[in-house]
């Protein structure tokens, strides 16, 4: 096949032995859909001797540094996952002139802007669609089909496991650990899920959503962050009590000023929102541009072959380029925009606390959210959740007063320490 363009996969794991798969049945859908043979030439794992159902082993490879140093490869796909080795492999596989297909959300949200300057400097691809929201098609569209509207907004559940574990625990009380394992079965977590559990999953995703929707540069640090591993099961009682549900929902917004906040955060969500009906390990996104007005994309965010549905696309597409000389596109971040800091951020907040439950506790409780100028919208004290469980719902109010809010009544004698904060997202 001396005219086929070679593809290296490294990785054969939920999502490459997906994608390795599809490479070896519908070979001839993809060269017809290409113009030339795609050739899946090695597989590079760590352990050459697992079982892999359906893998020809004579593909499969240990050495990655010998297999790009073949210096014949026209595609080479990442999908190891992690900063490195993975990062040193893509940088070698662009500086030898193949173009990259990866997942790597992780590596792209602390490394992209590097990646993309030696991707153009050897006039390669490099492309991303699988490391956001899975198989739903978000990169494209922001780089390409928006890319002469002015976004204002992207917001919305970006991590599939954390969106399954929240709603069985929602639905059916089901504890936090047992629904951890199912969706570590089912291949919807990261191999460390620490990173969906704790946010950085969608805390890199933010990053990359934030950098192509506004053209500027934004990396995880930027990124406010945190993860549900905190989150009780008063809190989730609190949220059914507000008729609402709790989702981990990533925010990228740029403000009036031009400057940019994004942020990764559990939130209450009223059942009326269409991010409230988003179930299991799907995703959805919502964008906001000026002229487009609202758009919303849904889909399965995680999981083996829904991931390789979109590296799919993206090896297609670098093929096609391939076959006929351009390359695609490369990174449009020409703003240098200021990054908003989290704490000043606004958002509605549910303020929760255990008080001594007597007269003018409330009215002590009131006091300290006007003095940091916290307007309030609601209070509710739910006997069910604890006769003296006091939930105050805040109009959208700053991160920072309302730090130093909870500082403060932590200082009462009629209010326990562990005031806990969820944003809430407007209806
Ligand atoms: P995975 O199941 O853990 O597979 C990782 C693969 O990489 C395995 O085949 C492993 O080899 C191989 N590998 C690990 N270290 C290696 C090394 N140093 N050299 C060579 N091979 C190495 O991971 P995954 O879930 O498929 O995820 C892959 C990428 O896709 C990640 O960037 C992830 O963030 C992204 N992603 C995953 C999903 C999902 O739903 N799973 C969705 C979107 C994006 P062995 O098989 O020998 O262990
Ligand atoms: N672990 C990720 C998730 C996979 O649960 O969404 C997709 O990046």
Do not use: W
């Not at 519908?26 to 899946?40: N, P």
């Not at 981990?248 to 059942?271: I, N």
């Not at 994309?297 to 072959?305: D, I, L, P, S």
């Amino acid at each position: 096949m001396s005219n086929s363009l070679k593809v290296a996969l490294l990785g054969c794991g939920t999502v490459g032995s997906q994608v390795a798969q599809v490479l070896l049945d519908q070979s001839d859908e993809l060269k017809a859909r290409v113009g030339r043979e795609i050739e899946l030439v090695a597989i590079a794992v760590r352990d050459i001797n697992k079982p892999r159902p359906g893998i020809d082993s004579a593909l499969l490879t240990a050495d990655v540094e010998a297999l790009l140093g073949r210096r014949d490869l026209d595609i080479v796909v990442e999908l190891i996952g992690d900063i490195e080795p993975a990062g040193s492999y893509l940088r070698a596989a662009l500086s030898a002139r193949a173009s990259v297909v990866t997942a790597n959300k992780a590596l792209l949200a602390v490394a992209g802007p590097s990646l993309f300057e030696i991707a153009e400097a050897n006039k390669v691809d490099l492309y991303y669609e699988a490391a956001v929201a899975g198989a739903i098609p978000i990169i494209r569209p922001l780089r390409e089909s928006l890319v002469g509207d002015q976004i204002t907004s992207v917001k919305g559940i970006v991590n599939g496991t954390t969106n399954f574990i929240l709603e069985k625990m929602y639905n059916d009380g089901a504890d936090y650990q047992d629904v951890l394992a199912q969706a570590q079965l089912l291949g919807y977590a990261e191999a460390d899920p620490t990173a969906d559990v704790e946010g950085f999953d969608a805390a890199a995703k933010a990053a990359i959503l934030a950098g192509l929707a506004f053209h500027t540069q934004v990396v995880l640090d930027d990124v406010g962050r945190e993860g549900i591993t905190n989150l009780s099961a008063d809190d989730i009682a609190a949220a059914k009590d507000m008729g609402c549900t709790i989702k981990l929902l990533a925010r990228c917004d740029l403000a009036d000023d031009g400057s940019v906040s994004a942020g990764v955060y559990p939130t209450m969500v009223p059942l009326s929102h269409p991010l409230a009906g988003v179930h299991d390990a799907y995703n959805a996104i919502f964008v906001e541009s000026r002229y487009a007005g609202h758009l919303m994309f849904m889909g399965k965010g995680a999981g083996g072959a829904p991931t390789a549905s979109a590296v799919l696309g993206d090896i297609v597409i670098a093929a096609r380029n391939r076959a006929r000389g351009p390359a695609g596109l490369h990174l449009s971040a020409y703003h240098q925009r200021k990054i908003i800091p989290n704490d000043l951020v606004c958002s509605k907040f549910y303020v929760s606390m255990n008080v001594v439950d007597k007269p003018g506790v409330l009215a002590e409780v009131a006091k300290v959210f006007a003095r940091h100028e916290v307007s309030l919208q609601a209070v509710r004290q739910n006997p069910d959740l604890g006769a003296a469980r006091l939930g105050v719902m805040t109009h959208p109010a700053r991160l920072s007063d309302l730090k130093a809010a909870v500082i403060d009544l932590e200082t009462l004698d009629a209010v326990s320490a562990g005031v806990t904060l969820i944003r809430v997202e407007e209806e």
